[in-house]
């Protein structure tokens, strides 16, 4: 089985549209460990905030076909085909990891670069797996987050309940 970091966002009915993902992943996976939830501005375009969080999963998917289920899921629940990739989306699934994979994979960049860019999915990350190894830098990715300027992007953990569990709290 194949260890799996996902980056979960969205800023169009926010609340509906990670509930409904998270439907989604649930269905495909037997276990899926999550993040708390975060409040961030949007990155690269002006826009409404976004939710975001990190899911880790296992598969036994290739990673191409773990990406074309991604598409399929963000298409289901309104994102347009051929969404630009700095927009408002309703839901968008990014494979951030796969194993300990690095460069191109079938198509998918491999570690997602966003992992040392973005507060939403750094912080997100090194909560939920705080000693595991970034796959180029060999860093544990709390170590990357305590490196971070955590001033540069605004970031807040929030109240956020899924299936009838809290999943998050604001701080």
């Known amino acids: 089985m194949t260890q799996v970091f996902l980056g979960i966002g969205s800023n169009i009915e926010r609340e509906r549209c990670i509930a409904a993902g998270l439907d989604a992943l649930r269905g495909l996976f037997d276990e899926l460990a999550l993040s708390s939830v975060y409040d961030s501005d949007a990155v690269g375009f002006d826009g409404q905030p976004f939710l975001n969080l990190v899911a880790a999963v296992s598969t036994d998917l290739a990673v191409a076909d773990l990406a074309a289920i991604l598409r399929h899921i963000e298409v289901e629940h309104g994102r347009p085909a051929n969404a630009a990739r ?76 899924w299936r009838g569990q809290v999943i998050s709290r604001a701080e």
Not at 95 to 124: K, M, S, W
């Open 86 to 161: 700095f927009s408002a989306r309703h839901l968008d699934i990014d494979i951030l990891t796969f194993d300990n994979e690095v460069g191109i994979l079938q198509g998918v960049q491999l570690p997602r670069d966003e992992i040392l860019d973005n507060a939403f999915v750094l912080c997100p990350l090194a909560e939920l797996s705080p000693h595991t190894l970034h796959p180029v830098l060999k860093r544990s990715y709390l170590s990357l987050w305590q490196a971070y300027d955590q001033s540069s992007q605004a970031l807040s953990k929030v109240d956020f309940r």
